[in-house]
């Protein structure tokens, strides 16, 4: 029998996500190369492996994800987000503790524009009263 392939997408900031769970035990590869080489950090690593290490099936899955846009921390949450959901389809059970930690939920939190007439998003120009 083949093994079950999932696909989600997962987004954070302006990083979009793309990830193919599959039910085999194997490695994660992101943009085709293996994850120590896209994202040489252990912190991003982490962030990229937490849904896994809650739902407590470590290894037990093959991840191919594709990512792009924003920086490596979104890239790391978008791509966090997309195998979340993706496990969650896979196995139902996952659901309930993927769902207490936050990992189904889209983090909208997003860098707020310039405003006219000020320095930045909330700072303004120092005021003279004299």
Known sequence: MAAVTQYATGRR??????AWVTGTAG??????QPIEQAFPRLTLRQ?????????????????KAT???????GQAGALRHAIARALVILNLPLRTP????G???????VKERKKPGQKGARKKFQYSKR
């Open 98 to 101: 993927l769902k207490k930690e």
């Open 27 to 32: 490695d994660i590869t992101i943009n085709d």
């Open 47 to 63: 962030i990229i492996q937490f849904p896994l290490e809650i739902g407590g099936v470590v290894g037990q899955y093959s991840i």
């Open 13 to 18: 900031k302006c990083a979009i996500a793309r």
């Open 103 to 109: 990992l189904l939920t889209r983090d909208s939190r």
């Open 67 to 73: 990512v792009h846009g924003g920086g490596e921390v």
